[in-house]
């Protein structure tokens, strides 16, 4: 007891800088990313999510401004929301489509430096077994089929003129991967066909510019082959459909692969993005 008592001023300091612990403050940047959780949670699950003002967000997290500004960066980054500075602030939320999917698929190639030949190779693996999977729908000749025939329809009209033919037939390809029933082959092989659709678009502006896009012919020849495929899918053939969907693909591949197949996909282009964001205009 005594000991205890004639402790020095030093031994009772380290005592207590043992067994005391100190509080610490929770840093802004975590706090940043659980807001930034829960809000991404909401933009996800309801198609209908508004986004409040900043003000309520404070009110209703009980952080600091700095902490929600973080959050709404964190999401900025991902694409989530697009956040309006100046005067007139406030933030847009954006849900992820198959449109995005394509643009941040299509960085990591160009990262990657994957080639044009390279994606081709992967199209005609996956894109013919969409054609397949389309002449197995039940409902084929009531809803595949009339949306088929009208891009068809469509591509005739602008055959004339190569830049808007091949807009009207990369259309086509589009719908094919849309009609597909499984969800995840649909968001996977339409990322890859709105990527390749963007470089051939680029390459049918080049080749009309300099005078050298393949003839009206060869442009009759294709719309032959889309209207072979749609008999295909309407008569429920699914092999004879993924066989013919395999071949037109390789043979329409082949005119952008001869002079740029070795290029690597470029997403960022202006035209590329503006290509990608507008792949899901024939599906709606």
Same mark, same amino acid.
């Given at each position: 007891?005594?000991?205890?008592?004639?402790?020095?001023?030093?031994?009772?300091?380290?005592?207590?800088?043992?067994?005391?612990?100190?509080?610490?403050?929770?840093?802004?940047?975590?706090?940043?990313?659980?807001?930034?959780?829960?809000?991404?949670?909401?933009?996800?699950?309801?198609?209908?999510?508004?986004?409040?003002?900043?003000?309520?967000?404070?009110?209703?997290?009980?952080?600091?401004?700095?902490?929600?500004?973080?959050a709404l960066?964190?999401?900025?980054?991902?694409?989530l929301v697009?956040?309006?500075?100046?005067?007139?602030?406030?933030?847009?939320?954006?849900?992820?489509?198959?449109?995005?999917?394509?643009?941040?698929? #299509?960085?990591?190639?160009? %990262?990657? &430096?994957?080639?044009?030949?390279? +994606? !081709? =190779?992967?199209?005609?693996?996956?894109?013919?077994?969409?054609?397949?999977?389309?002449?197995?729908?039940?409902?084929?000749?009531?809803?595949?089929?009339?949306?088929?025939?009208?891009?068809?329809?469509?591509?005739?009209?602008?055959?004339?003129?190569?830049?808007?033919?091949?807009?009207?037939?990369?259309?086509?390809?589009?719908?094919?991967?849309?009609?597909?029933?499984?969800?995840?082959?649909?968001?996977?092989?339409?990322?890859?066909?709105?990527?390749?659709?963007?470089?051939?678009?680029?390459?049918?502006?080049?080749?009309?510019?300099?005078?050298?896009?393949?003839?009206?012919?060869?442009?009759?020849?294709a719309v032959?082959?889309?209207?072979?495929?749609?008999?295909?899918?309407?008569? #429920?053939?699914?092999?004879? %459909?993924? &066989?013919?969907?395999?071949?037109? +693909? !390789? =043979?329409?591949?082949?005119?952008?692969?001869?002079?740029?197949?070795?290029?690597?996909?470029?997403?960022?282009?202006?035209?590329?993005?503006?290509?990608?964001?507008?792949?899901?205009?024939?599906?709606?």
């Open positions: 007891m005594v000991s205890l008592v004639r402790l020095s001023w030093r031994s009772e300091y380290k005592v207590a800088s043992v067994t005391t612990v100190p509080s610490r403050r929770v840093p802004q940047r975590r706090i940043a990313e659980t807001v930034a959780d829960e809000l991404r949670d909401n933009i996800l699950g309801d198609d209908h999510y508004r986004l409040p003002t900043q003000e309520q967000l404070v009110k209703d997290f009980g952080v600091s401004y700095p902490s929600i500004r973080e960066r964190i999401l900025e980054t991902e694409g697009t956040v309006r500075r100046g005067n007139i602030g406030g933030a847009d939320v954006h849900r992820p489509d198959e449109t995005s999917a394509a643009y941040h698929l #299509g960085l990591s190639l160009q %990262a990657g &430096r994957v080639t044009l030949r390279d +994606l !081709a =190779a992967g199209l005609q693996m996956l894109e013919p077994m969409c054609a397949a999977e389309c002449a197995k729908r039940e409902d084929r000749l009531e809803v595949v089929v009339p949306a088929l025939q009208k891009t068809i329809d469509d591509s005739v009209d602008h055959i004339a003129n190569g830049v808007d033919f091949t807009h009207s037939a990369r259309d086509f390809h589009d719908l094919v991967v849309s009609f597909t029933p499984n969800a995840t082959i649909r968001y996977a092989v339409g990322s890859y066909v709105a990527l390749w659709s963007a470089q051939e678009e680029a390459w049918a502006e080049a080749r009309t510019r300099h005078g050298e896009y393949p003839s009206q012919l060869e442009a009759e020849g032959h082959a889309h209207h072979r495929l749609v008999e295909e899918i309407a008569a #429920g053939r699914a092999d004879e %459909a993924e &066989r013919l969907a395999r071949a037109h +693909l !390789a =043979a329409t591949q082949a005119l952008v692969l001869e002079r740029y197949g070795d290029r690597v996909v470029n997403a960022s282009a202006a035209m590329s993005r503006q290509t990608i964001q507008s792949s899901r205009r024939a599906r709606r």
